[in-house]
């Protein structure tokens, strides 16, 4: 696709927008900072999924031979994200009282079936920490001789022995290091910990040998070895949220410095990836985001409130990436709404075999498409291209099928494999089935039409009363929604 506009990426690490160009040609390497299984994710989790998903929709797209990875962090990773507090899995499988592994494979399934649910497509390798535990041994004894030293809690990586460390978060000052752990005898605020020792008189249910004793690997040991050794160092991208941009990102390219030997982060490339792509937070005012509560906004309570997934993934891209996106349940409905509007024009095509997409009608919407995409994944912008398509008047059908499958696969919203009844409104918890309510509907458009409008009125307050609103005239023609 040598006609394709080039495309620009906002790197965190250089903090500007520079034009990607791959470590190998015709291949793209992308690594996804994946969940810690403790937990079920919450929506605001997943944005990162869904934005990693476009990137990695969007570089294949654009021609390339993508090679991404997404790991499963089921070992290492502390309740604080930077030095502090409990083992993460240890300490839900203390209060579930069951195994940690079983702990781990049950939250990596749920992940996983909001991955599904969501669209976003398999990567090419899920990389589970703990399959690469002598790995991490090995990488931290190639590095401990020049940048670690030991304490009674562990093998700790002096920041001082990498050029530019904090870079990427803009912290390079102690204060900037607050929320990582005065552990005592470290040479440096920042310095952290790449092996944990299992206290004396202890036993984990995960620990391995190393030469610093028993004990569990570092959460950030844990993606410096899985990337280097899935992608290779220097790979092309890699992503994470926000939040990742100000510990756990710096403290890995750190590790990733010692390893390759690299020099300082005026070179990219040395930091282990030549491009850092970081999503922003989903806000959620209610505070209802938070693990810790309890009672969390996960990707579930949506589906049991009568939500298709997509319309989540459709408010994900009516935000860029990079910029704070608001949760509320009014978008979540205006989102869907959006969808249900490009699902039914997609289905007057799908008994369309697709043609060519060349139309002149189409090029300028197909030209703001890749210049939107190209700038930095503009979602919000290249959406209005898709249904300017959509909207289009006297334009051959066959171009119009294959122009809107060109622009779905990389917005991966389903459009000729979702249907708009599979977009109504069904909470979990409604006490009447779709059957009753199609069969109560026949009987009300009956009425209608032998103009008994009282049995007509009768059956609408009926349905009304067991929480279905009909909805006559709606020119979505949604018929109805369960409240």
Not at 35 to 44: L, Q
Not at 93 to 109: E, G, L, P
Not at 138 to 162: M, N, Q, W
Not at 367 to 373: D, N, R, V
């Amino acid at each position: 696709m040598t006609d394709l506009p080039e495309l620009t990426l906002f790197n965190s690490l250089t903090r500007q927008m520079e034009p990607f160009q791959p470590v190998h040609e015709g291949e793209a390497r992308v690594y996804t900072c994946g969940p810690t299984v403790y937990n079920y994710p919450h929506i605001g989790n997943m944005r990162a999924y869904v934005f990693a998903d476009i990137l990695g929709r969007t570089l294949s797209h654009r021609g390339l031979k993508l090679t991404h990875v997404i790991n499963i962090t089921d070992v290492g990773h502390l309740t604080d994200d930077g030095d502090d507090g409990e083992d993460k899995m240890e300490k839900m499988a203390a209060q579930k009282a069951q195994s940690i592994w079983d702990i781990a494979r049950h939250y990596t399934q749920a992940y996983w079936d909001d991955i599904k649910a969501l669209n976003i497509r398999q990567p090419a390798h899920w990389s589970i920490a703990t399959d690469y535990v002598e790995q991490m041994i090995d990488f931290a004894k190639e590095i401990a001789p020049r940048h670690c030293y030991e304490l009674e809690s562990g093998l700790y990586f002096d920041v001082s022995t990498v050029a530019d460390y904090g870079r990427l978060a803009r912290a390079v000052t102690e204060e900037g290091e607050g929320r990582i752990e005065a552990v005592q005898g470290k040479r440096n605020a920042a310095d952290f910990a790449i092996w944990r020792k299992t206290p004396a008189g202890e036993k984990r249910q995960m620990e391995w040998d190393s030469p610093w004793g028993p004990g569990a690997p570092g959460w950030h040991l844990e993606c410096s070895v899985m990337s280097g050794k899935l992608l290779g160092f220097p790979f092309d991208i890699h992503t994470g949220g926000i939040d990742h941009r100000e510990i756990h990102h710096p403290n890995e390219i750190a590790q990733n410095q010692a390893f390759c030997c690299a020099g300082g982060l005026d070179v990219p490339g040395n930091s282990g990836a030549k491009v850092w792509m970081h999503n922003n937070f989903l806000v959620e005012r209610s505070g209802k985001m938070s693990k810790s509560s309890g009672e969390f906004l996960r990707l579930q309570l949506l589906i049991d409130k009568g939500y298709h997934p997509l319309g989540y993934r459709m408010m994900c891209l009516q935000a860029h990436y990079r910029s704070e996106l608001e949760f509320s349940w009014d978008g979540l409905s205006a989102a869907l709404t959006r969808l249900k509007r490009m699902i039914m024009a997609a289905e007057r095509l799908k008994d369309i075999e697709a043609g060519t997409p060349a139309h002149p009608k189409l090029a300028p919407m197909i030209a703001t498409f890749e210049k939107a995409l190209a700038e930095d994944l503009n979602t919000p912008i290249a959406l209005t291209a898709l249904e300017d398509v959509l909207a289009a008047k006297k334009v051959d059908p066959a171009a119009k099928r294959a122009v809107v499958e060109m622009m779905d696969q990389v917005f991966g919203l389903g459009l000729f494999e979702t249907g708009r009844a599979d977009l109504r409104l069904r909470p979990l918890t409604a006490e009447i089935s779709e059957e009753e309510i199609e069969e109560t509907l026949v009987q009300r458009k009956d009425a209608r039409a032998n103009k008994d409008f009282a049995t007509s009125d009768a059956l609408r307050d009926e349905l009304a009363g067991k929480g279905v609103e009909v909805m006559d005239g709606d020119p979505l023609g949604w018929e109805w929604k369960l409240g």
